[in-house]
């Protein structure tokens, strides 16, 4: 028997992460040994510290270029740039999930299990603080997260899709109001999230079959160099992709979104908006441009074939819309559409695009959400579409933040929604996908409708009897919001500064 | 005196004036039109100034100013104006002054906030001058998408009766033609070696291969065939040109629909020579379409504002054929034809807007016999009507002849069938004059307490400037084409096409240079 050698760790590199897991372990302990009354404050000021501390080390590690831990964790430019970016839109997500002034207790309940409808489900929805459980697993989430865009074989990528999966199930279950929807959103999720993990899972033993290695510098150069019998490779490169494809809220894999999006409590809604799509457009990028570029020529006509038709069923199905939160929900769909587009240009300005655009579609997503927090009546968010005519002359200032945001996703210039497709759809072009940049267009212009439609619906309508009034919002959200419009703005008048960064950033290693 | 910043401060100014009026509180109404009155008049003087500065057969791009903004892309914000830039950049600044003290009551209903009707439109004036003014394609195209904004908040929030419909529409339709040019934009930065630099991309694009840059050109001209507007994509103009309020109207006939074929001129020509030749019989044809059937579709019109948008359509066909007729004379009659139709329809909108102010209607049967209770208005109306025909004394006239004329010497037929359209037009305006101040005095006209006062001194003094400038442009144009006419020939020679013979005679006889 040969030694067992401990591979070799490079602490530094994997510091984001370990601090993050540390943290969500202390924050179970804080659960069991801190009296109720100050768990949220503690749980709070925890989860805060250990992701700007996270951040940090992600910001000390910039220079590193590096493969850790036997080969499961490569620490490059896209790991670092996707994980700050992470680490960042948590943060945000984080002050909403936060937030408690708007409603009493929070947004999420205190026990979940509680039957829906029973006396005591009434009591909780009504005056029970919510459960502080969140904060440890939005932290095992995040976590999950970085690991996701880090992994360097199929199997630790499977493992961190598990560990970020998990907690946002729960997360799913846990709103305040309309609590059968959420906990149907939870179980939806959870049941098609096994299944595309149950393909990935399939995937990779493919994969493995094929390349006799799991390492994704492995199964480069077994796409390199083939050996074996192709069907294994494309089988296997096909149910991968449909474990990421569903994760990103790829059409026909996105059937899922709107349901949870709307069932979902809101910030968790818009923690999944930011963040899972960052994760999983980071691993999808990672697989695509590190393993498989080989093949690029087989997988880039199916793929693009799955971008047009998510850019398309996006556009329309978010005009028929009647729910904000749905609405959003469908343009997620076809923002997923518009970055796949970006990473299908197969070279380094579209990995710097398809990132960029990451960041900036996030900020304006968080902000989006955090109005939808704010517009409420007396049974919680109203959502309704018709719920919101006329609330430009009641809250001039929300409404303003809102179109701006709308007018963001809707491509309008001197926003980020504006420099990030520009920044995709001309990385396309140059990566000779021009085909994919006309339907991207076309897109463009149908959900441009809905957003509009939004927008009349703020401005121009007379306010009726039924218009809910927008809460003030408390501090944190003030600031989720006030982060997320600004960074919308400056992304499109000064985007130079992140373009460079993650151009800078645009290098796989192997 | 060239050195000195006037594209970037003369964009920056109405910005920083919006954002002032904006802050303004909604009960001091009177401050915020006399701040923004002010501030549109400091825009006039200073574009008067660069008028004075700009050499006439100087380079054919003056004022250039160019700081870093994007590296990565190569997008700067450059500015440069040429000829043709400078007359729209002088028209914007004079109507605008005009339009704001036209506009003086249109918000005092109490119901709607003045401070933001005002400082929308010099947030509109703003995106108009950058929008002419820049020189880099990049930055054009954000002033392009960013133009609808405070337009479309001025007619949805401001505007008639049906102005949900007409703005989203608008919106629609601008963005629509929007998105096909940001495609072609896009093409044309990754073919065109990476940079939106106007002068640098004139040297470069000449290596796109002949397809491919004739889908580019059809992305540019789709954008502005729909922002001018050109038949078949005008349907979305009388809609809003109806609803908006008349002085919004007036800007966005008068100089919005003039980035369309300012466009054409500045982007279409020079960068895809080949392609617009190859296009050029298509565009004729549906210019031509457009004179004959909107005059048709005004005739047709019972609504004022509504006519005046047709009579527009009209017009933008004249200017569609001179552009593409490809002489230098027709080039230069489409552009001064922008300048004179900028004044002549503002004049009219903006009188029809008196009418609509004070019978509370815009449909031509509720007025008749006008003439008898407000002579010196409808006498106005009369002025802007015939300056609409072009009138031989009016402004019009001379671009319109210019354009027929060169347009004649290279393709008769459609010079031809564009002559109709001066009939055409001396039916619809003299018919609408005619229905609405001549003939017996509507009764109904006369219950209506302000249809009995005729024109205030506020309002001769918004229609005085105008008026002055039709009949001066009419007499002797001579000052705007010399400057319009270098550049026009600078865009002909980008073209490839050269006048021809010695049967043409250039405008002004003997051009500088």
Redesign the interface.
Known sequence: MGDLKLPDIDYGALMPMLILFGAACVGILVEALVPRRSRHGVQLGLSFLAVVASFVAVIVAHGTRKITIGGAVAVDGPTLFLQGSILALGAVSLMLIGERSLERGGPFVSQAAVTVGSQKDVRQAGDQPGATEVYPLTLFALGGMLLFVSANDLLTMFVALEVFSLPLYLLCALARRRRLLSQEAALKYFLLGSYASAFFLFGVALIYGYAGGISLGAVHDAVANPQRSEILLYGGLALVAIGLLFKAALAPFHVWTPDVYQGAPTPITALMAACTKVAAFGALLRVLYVSFEGVRWDFQPVLGTVAVLTMLVGAVLAVTQTDMKRLLAYSSVANAGYLLVGALALNKEGLSSTMFYLVAYGFSVLAAFGIITLVRDADGEATHLSRWAGLGRKSPLFAMAFSFILLAFAGIPLTSGFTSKFAVFGAAVEGGQTWLVIFGVISSMLIAFPYLRVVVLLWLNEPGETTPTVSIPGFMTAAALTIGVLATFLLGVVPAPLIDLSQDAAQFIR | MNDFPFLSILTLLPLVGAVVVACIPRRKAELAKRVTLAWSLVVLALSIFMWVAFKAGGDRFQFHESYQ?????DARFTFAADGIALVMLMLIAVLMPVVILASWHDVDDGQRSAPTYFALLLAFEFTMIGVFAAADVFLF???F??M??PMY?II??FGGAR??YA??KF??YS??GG??M??SV??L??LGGHTFDFTRLLQSVGEIDQNTARWLFLGFFIAFAIKAPFFPFHTWLPDAGGAAPAGAAALLVGVMDKVGTFGILRYCLPLFPEASRWFAPAALVLAVIGILYAALLAIGQNDLKRLVSYTSIAHFGFIGVGIFAFTTQAGTGSVLYMVNHGLATGLLFIVVGMYVARRGSSLVSDFGGAGKLTPLLAGVLFFAGLASLALPGTAPFVSEFLVLIGTFTVHKAYAVIATVGIILAAAYVLWMVQRTTQGTLNPALEEVPAMRKDMTLREKVVVAPLVLLLLLLGFYPKPVTDVINPAVQATMQDVGKTDPGPTAVTANGGVAR
């Open positions: 903004w994007i590296p990565s892309w195209y954000v002033f998408e960013v609808l904004i908040f949805g929030s102005r949900q703005a989203v919106f629609l963005l629509v998105l096909f940001l495609a896009i093409g930065w990754v």
